[in-house]
């Protein structure tokens, strides 16, 4: 298996390398991505020279246990924090050398979140909080597709609402449709499941695999859920800040059986991570 | 866990220091109103013993009814002046107390004040910034406090002691020759003395006159004539010295037996005076403490909010830690000791400063006035009770502002602590209901103080009659001040509860001008109602203060501008700017100038009474030309018609005068007048009685001169010769006038009331043509006031009003001036009374400021995540900006609305209440209040700098990831 990755990451790089004019279908590009923390005492490598390329059109699910660097990657991919070294590529433009007027920038055209929680604003109601990023960037709003996206997220008679009277789940719809609404390059959710039950967890991630489906969204989403990672059409799985595996369209019991050795894996190399890789386990 | 406290508080000092700001500032306005009033009591407690020294007073018996100054101080309501005055006493009693025993000098000090003008050795008028000019009486004796440093006292009407003070600031020197500005007209002085005093005068200017000069000009002013306020006795018990207490009553009571029966006089000592005196004037210093006090209270209130604040970002932020306190064993008041630790120390650390700063500030305007001419002696330290009240109140504040917060982080339980929460808000419908019934309440209260004040005199103001009398009782401005009371308290009560309307109708501008940042902003401020309402009361009550007093200021300049748009007919005005007299010189100089067509004198009548026996009551009466209603002043006739009453010699009476003396047209009324003659008998017998003495003199010498010739001693004898000679010459130069003896003849006139006006000028006097004046009064009791002037018909005013003004220059006090500057001259007194105004502006602004910036601060903190996530979904830094600003703009603007309505309200009801005395319009000074509402959108936007640059220093990675 490890030799198998390594062939991989191999041919991914080789990609990379190639330059933007060869990979049409790559929306975002992390190119030998490394983020360390700490001073040289106590040195944490988060990242460790990750190359990855992630496809328009697909949705991508990076799994990993606790501290595998799988948050970091998706926050330096969406300019959120800085690599020590290397770059980050969205759509042709360097990310990891903007200034905050090009990432404000960034964000308001080419990137779309959903976060785990805490994804709405309270004091906006659930139509004012699809509208927001287009409205703060003073973009103009397409009906059809505003009511395309609420008919497609059934939301349409909570429109009104504040989020303090949704559920978890209806929350987390609006936190998609509210991604979806600006038809950005890629939308980068952080454990979009992460708080809801499994049913709610079912509604939300369909509606992310049919907005990649039925309109070509690309989306990468970080997550603990084998089940989460099954809706995916590729996953990466990363440990030690390291991209380890990369699986398409596994299925769920692919995926299942990929943690249950990397979780005896963990426990050659320690307990601490074993314990993660348990708990994310028992989670799902 | 006080040592917890405590390093938490060291970890926390940052974010102490707007609270401790606060406080000090809170505690600085309460140390300094109380060392500032403790100042000028102290002040006022040394003037009197210095300048009121005498060991016994003797002064009238009957306590008298105000009426003299009633005409001047009308509506007051004896408010102004809580000192009684006393019937006058016949000066020839000096001479029954002169003999009692132990009595070292009895006499009357003739003192007169903003009568006299002195030129200053550059030849400009000395002029006092705030304090009158002084002229007093002085020789060997009359002031014991007073000592002379050099030359001698002053003589006759050409020579002037000065005091050092007025002789600094004039530069004049013993010596030298001034000109001093009698009421009559300058006149050369020469300054042969100058006199010192222990305690600083405040800045008045003190001239020593000569004891006659002084008293021909007291006389002249109040037209009163042998007869005096008060005989300062000396007493000689204690060898010269100020006699203690004891000794004062014992000479008080032998003066009183010695005073004859009849002579409606009393003795009292002269430690009574002073105590009366001084609580009179501590009264009527007495408003500036509550004033101070006042925006003390409001830094105080806001310093509490800002500590709740801040506590309550430092518990929220703490609360984990809280909980593993808890969860190890710590108990909820342990907890909650942790957190009153640092705000004892907050407390303490405040209020010292506020102390010092307090001190300094006051030390800060006895410094300013000393640099503007008004030098204190009073003490200025704050003393132990200040500083103690100040510490007190400090850390009350303070233990006030954390008990609420400290409770959270004691009652929380662990569990709950480990999550973030949100408390729900109360609701704030009951403060709602509870603050519009105290408005509407206060509004009643204004409703039925302008039923009273319009009702007046007459009439009753409401159809209740135990409202009736209560009105009788308590007069007008009860209710005007309860009624403001309620109004704010209501007004702070209500607040929360007004947020979200206010929040949607202002945030309507903004919500379409920035669509989303204003919608944001709007939003907000409805999340924590009582944060955002308690914010927006701090400049709420400063802003209500200082428009209710924009409103009075310019209805004030309002009237007088319109009694002269509507009422002034003449091109120029002359007035007297100290004495009020114009000199007969300056009259007809002004008379002469080319270019004036016509001259209007109006000349006040001294000592006129109506009606007779004790009945007879006092009025301002005036003598003016026929012409005066046609050519110089529109009469605004309330009965009769006052032009032809005027030319047919009958009474023109102002409103207030008529329902005072409840007089209609056509009554008839006894005038008694008084006019001075010369007395022809008695100034022939000074002048023999002079004579005869000069000869006596003259002989004396002359045979002295001769003996010294017969025993030989030539030079002697032709001293003696020489000096014989001076004292002939001396007789020969003396002037004649202090040799006259004039008599006081008392006039009865019976005059039909012709007309009732109420011009708010005339309001309270009476007139009448010079012909009846010339029965009543004489030349000698009468004396102009003030001059209409018109110009000659073509003529061109600027450079006639160039000739007045150079015609008067000699007069020196003369100002003459046209329609315009008539009408500023009213507005520049105003006009101070603002520049005070603004400075408690700007101070409410400031405090608004500080609660505003950590009001915002502790709303940044709270909602970190949710402004992350704003960043996260691309809100450039400045929609940030921008919508805190927004925020910070509508709390400033609701806190300035309201105080706007509720001040211009206020201003329009005090108008009213006061509108018989010249608040005859109601000005609204509407560019004024738009700056006001300008700047508190400027003061919003700079007061959300400071929690911007927080909320946008949190990385948004960190912030959409806190948790």
New interface residues.
Partial sequence: MARHSAASVAALKDRVDDGPGTAPDAVARAIDLTKAYGDADARVVALDHVNVSFTRGEMTAIMGPSGSGKSTLMHCMAGLDTPTSGRVVVEGLEVSSMNQRQLTKLRRTRIGFIFQSFNLVPTLSAEENILLPLQIAKRPIDRVWFDKVVDVTGLRPRLTHRPSQLSGGQQQRVACARAIMARPSVIFADEPTGNLDSRSSREVLGFLKDSVHEYGQTIVMVTHDPRAASYADRVLVLADGRITRDLRHPSYEEILDVFATEGDEDRENGPAQAADAHGAGAGA | MIRIGLRDARAHLPRFVMSIIAIALGVSFVVGSFCFREMMNDQVDQMLGSNTDADVYVRGVAERKDDASAATATGSDGSSSSLKTYNDIDVSLVDDVAKVAGVARAGVTYSTSGTLVLVAKDGNAVSSMGSPTMGIGLEKGTWRSARLEHGRWARNRHEIALHAFAAKTAGLGVGDTTKLVYPSGPEDVKVVGVFDTDVSQAGAIIIGLAPSVAREVVQEKTGEIGVTQYITVYGSADGGGPLNDAQQRELAARVRKALPKGSKATAITGDRLRDEYSRSIKDQLGFIQPLILIFGVIALFVGSFIIANTFSMIVRESMRGYALLRSVGASPAQVFSTVVVQALLLGLVGSGAGIALGWGMVRLIVFGLAQAGTPMTGAATPGPTDMLVGLAVGLAVTLVGAALPARRAATAPPIQAMNETVNPEKPVLPRGVAGVAMVVLGAACWAYCVAVARAGDTGDPTPFAPLNALAERVGAGWPLGAGAALIVVGVIVLSPALVAPAGTVLGWLPAHVF??TG??AT??LA?QKRRTANTAAALFVGVAIVSCLAVVASSAKASVAGIVDTGLKSDFTAMSASSGRIPDDAVSAIRKTKGVASVSQSRMLMGVTYGSGKDAAQAMTFAEQPSLFSKVFAPVTNAGDADRALKSGELVVGLTVAQDNGWKVGDTVRVNGRRVVVDEEATAKAQADYRAQVEAKTADLTAQAQRLAAAGDADGAQAKADEARRAAEDAANVDPSTLVRTTTETTHVKVRVGAIIENSVYRSMVLMNDDLAERVNNENTMFTIMLFVNARDGADTATVKKRLVKAVKPFYVINVQDRDEFKSSMSTMVDQILIILYALLALSIVIAVFGIVNTLALSVSERT??IG?????????G?VRGMLAIEASLIAVLGTLLGVVVGVAAGAVIRVVYESDGLERLSVPWDQLGAFLVLAVLVGVVAALPPARRALKV???DA?SAE
């Fill in positions: 669509p989303v919608r944001l939003r907000n999340r995540r949710e996530l704003l960043r996260a979904v691309g809100t450039s830094r929609q990385p948004v990675l959409v």
